[in-house]
């Protein structure tokens, strides 16, 4: 009798892996602003990273734009569609509607990492963001999210 039921605990667990194992999801979100060079650090170093964002947060006129880093978990096939959907509400526009910007998914660097920024023009105009929401979709179903405290 254990064994049977050590045996379909085991097969139930197997078909949740395997159930789970396409789904998308979003690991975590980190939003970099970006220099007048479109660089985000000046080394690759983490610190380095880190201190430089702090000086662009204290020298705005440095700022050309703010790019949202996400990594992402799941399999997915090129040719599937997934798009990345970006909407921010910012302090000069209007809290209720937030602006949205979409881009396809694109595996970028190591790993599985993505990016979508801002348009320069659209990031001067919002003023500071006050909350943000990433997700992923897949024939006009939403698939994935990761949004902020705010949202």
């Known amino acids: 009798m254990r064994i049977l ?9 197997g078909l949740c892996l395997q159930a789970s194992e396409g789904n998308l999801r979003i690991v975590k979100v980190l939003p970099f ?3 007048k060079k479109g660089e985000h650090t000046i080394s690759p170093s983490l610190f380095e990273r ?3 964002q702090g000086y662009l947060r204290r020298h705005p006129a440095e700022v050309s734009t703010l790019r ?7 399999k997915v096939k090129s040719d599937e569609g997934v ?3 970006l909407e921010v509400r910012g302090s ?6 937030p602006s949205v ?10 790993g599985k990492w993505g990016f979508i920024a801002l348009p320069e023009g659209d990031f001067h105009a919002l003023g500071a963001i006050v909350a943000w929401r990433l997700s992923l979709w ?10 902020s405290f705010l949202w």
């Open 5 to 13: 039921l050590l045996y379909v605990c085991m097969l139930s667990l």
């Open 33 to 35: 602003l970006i220099d």
């Open 50 to 52: 880190d201190a430089y």
């Open 68 to 74: 949202y880093d996400f990594q992402w978990k799941g």
């Open 83 to 85: 798009t990345v959907r």
């Open 92 to 97: 000069r526009g209007d809290l209720r509607h």
């Open 101 to 110: 910007f979409e881009s396809p998914l694109k595996r970028t660097g190591w």
């Open 138 to 147: 897949q024939n006009g179903t939403q698939i994935a999210e990761q949004k």
